[in-house]
């Protein structure tokens, strides 16, 4: 039992895994794409039907990309940056529930590797290390627009993780638990969490800009002011990994809403379209993907349209706004909780 | 004066607490971005598609040859005269007996380079030239790698001898 429970896992991380990257790939094609057509352009259309070889192409030149180490850094921390981002972003799928359980020979087995009762804490946790692999690589540098990015990274994300953990926190007041199994389950069918948390989704949404480092708060990285961020050193695929690092994020914290906000793998009408367990798991596992590529679509949809921030205005809206009104929202969420204890 | 009618007057105004939350803003801004997103796009894939030339498009020179094939440049030098951009320069030389088949006149362009990067395409040294050898074509010049491979000389602009090569240009000739 214990052997069959670890190839299970071992399975599923593994799928996660290459699921993860193979979405990650694709972003940068969808990003290009989506940029192109918002600008009445074609966009990449070269290799392959519709450019769709174009990120197996960008990816083959990054490996034969000339590596370049600066002589002033420090070698091992400027190599491990790079490292660190990427293991971080890649370990936060973890406790996503993909899906619910497959019935197979006999066995339930969840679509989840780990379903932590405390998942959205482990989420937090893994989040807040990721600004280490940016600060080690912007650090290791040694050279003045690294370092600023890496500082100016480290510290919107610090800023940005505060107002979003307290938007989870009103949400975390309604569901009453941390495993992220549990959040979703209780969303059953259309009882999304986004009926009785609407601001504090769009608090959280705007704190998942800011912590992915996206437009509007792509500072940075902001190729105006800093050349281009804590990654200006970076050549072949080590700067790979940093991007690569940023679209996990960016499609983790799409999964991750999709999963808190939107219900998951639920869909309207689960129980009464009459199927079977196993067809209900994998027609989930769909909606939950469109739900995670509408996200997506939205990370890439802003960015396209707003400008950047100034920093100051950044850390204003940051310290000023978004705390006071997340603090709020868990004030008010408390009370109606009250209320309807009564 | 008014060139359009979409021109704001710009103000300093304190911003209304709709304007200060941003959201509306951004809501209209991601409007008209998916707006575009529909459009069709306005690429002209360049070499399988053209954008479509006018009949008198002033692109790369042609040096011509009279119906005989001699080449009807003389060297006199107006259309290096006339260059705002000072793009042309050539050396003369003296035909020689039996070279009558090759230059029209007696004097002849040894040596005639344009500096395509320097080229304006104005057209003025056609204007200019007095034996009808010099004319702006549909043709353009394409992107090189050196700098130097943007100079011109004749072996570029004189036009072939055999009918099939010669170069059209009476749209520019009767204007
Ligand atoms: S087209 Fe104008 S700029 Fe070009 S060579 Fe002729 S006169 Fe000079
Ligand atoms: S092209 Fe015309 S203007 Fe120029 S040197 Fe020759 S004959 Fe004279």
């Known amino acids: 039992m214990e052997t069959i429970f670890l190839i299970d896992k071992t399975v599923i991380a593994f799928i996660a895994f290459a699921i993860t990257l193979l979405i990650a790939t694709y972003s940068t094609y969808a990003e290009r794409k989506i940029a192109a057509f918002m600008q009445d352009r074609v966009g990449p259309d070269r290799a392959g039907p519709f450019g769709i070889l174009q990120p197996l192409a960008d990816a083959g030149k990054f490996f034969f990309k000339e590596e370049i180490i600066p002589d002033t850094s420090n070698k091992f921390l400027f190599i491990i940056g790079p490292g660190i981002a990427m293991l971080t972003a890649l370990m936060t799928s973890v406790v996503i529930p993909w899906g619910g359980s497959l019935n197979l020979a006999g066995r339930d087995i969840p679509l989840q590797v780990a379903d932590l009762n405390i998942g959205v804490l482990y989420v937090f946790a893994v989040v807040s290390l990721g600004v280490y692999g940016i600060m080690i690589g912007g650090w290791a540098s040694n050279n003045k627009y690294s370092l600023l990015g890496a500082i100016r990274a480290s510290s919107q994300m610090i800023s940005y993780e505060l107002s979003m953990g307290l938007a989870l926190i009103a949400l975390i007041m309604i569901t009453g638990t941390l495993s992220m199994k549990e959040i979703v389950e209780q969303q059953h069918g259309m009882n999304w969490n986004i009926f009785y948390q609407p601001f504090g989704f769009l608090l959280f949404i705007i704190c998942a800009f800011a912590e992915c480092n996206r437009t509007p708060f792509d500072l940075p990285e902001c190729e105006a002011e800093l050349v281009g961020g804590y990654h200006t050193e970076y050549s072949s695929m080590k700067l790979g990994f940093y991007m690569f690092a940023e679209y996990i994020n960016m499609f983790i914290s799409s999964a991750f809403m999709a999963s808190l906000y939107f219900g998951g793998y639920n869909f309207p009408f689960m129980d009464s379209l009459g199927l079977s367990q196993n067809a209900i798991t994998i027609i989930g596992v769909f909606v939950f993907f469109l739900k995670i590529f509408f996200f997506i679509f939205v990370f890439m949809w802003v960015r396209w349209t707003l400008p950047r921030f100034r920093y100051d205005q950044l850390m204003r809206l940051g310290w000023q706004w978004m705390i006071p009104l997340s603090l709020l929202n868990v004030f008010i969420t408390g009370l109606v909780l009250l209320w309807y204890d009564k | ?175």
Not at chain 2, 53 to 76: I, M, P, Q, W
Not at chain 2, 82 to 90: F, Q
């Open chain 2, 1 to 175: 004066m008014q060139l359009t009618n979409r021109s704001k007057v710009v103000s300093n105004k304190e911003m209304t607490a709709a304007e200060a939350a941003y959201i509306p803003a951004v809501l209209k801004g991601m409007a008209v971005t998916l707006k575009h997103f529909f459009k069709r796009p306005a690429t002209v894939k360049y070499p399988e598609e053209q954008r479509e030339f006018s009949e008198v498009y002033r692109g790369k020179h042609v040096l011509k040859r009279d119906e005989n094939g001699a080449e009807r440049c003389t060297a006199c030098g107006l259309c290096a005269v006339a260059c705002p951009a000072e793009a042309i320069t050539m050396v003369a030389d003296e035909r020689k007996k039996g070279e009558e088949k090759l230059y029209r006149e007696e004097k002849y362009a040894a040596i005639y380079e344009i500096n395509m990067l320097r080229c304006i395409f104005c057209g003025l040294c056609e204007e200019a030239c007095p034996k009808e050898a010099i004319f702006l074509t549909k043709e353009i010049t394409p992107s090189n790698y050196e700098r130097e491979d943007f100079i011109y000389g004749k072996d570029k602009l004189v036009e072939g001898i055999e009918p099939s090569l010669r170069i059209d240009v009476s749209k520019r000739q009767d204007r």
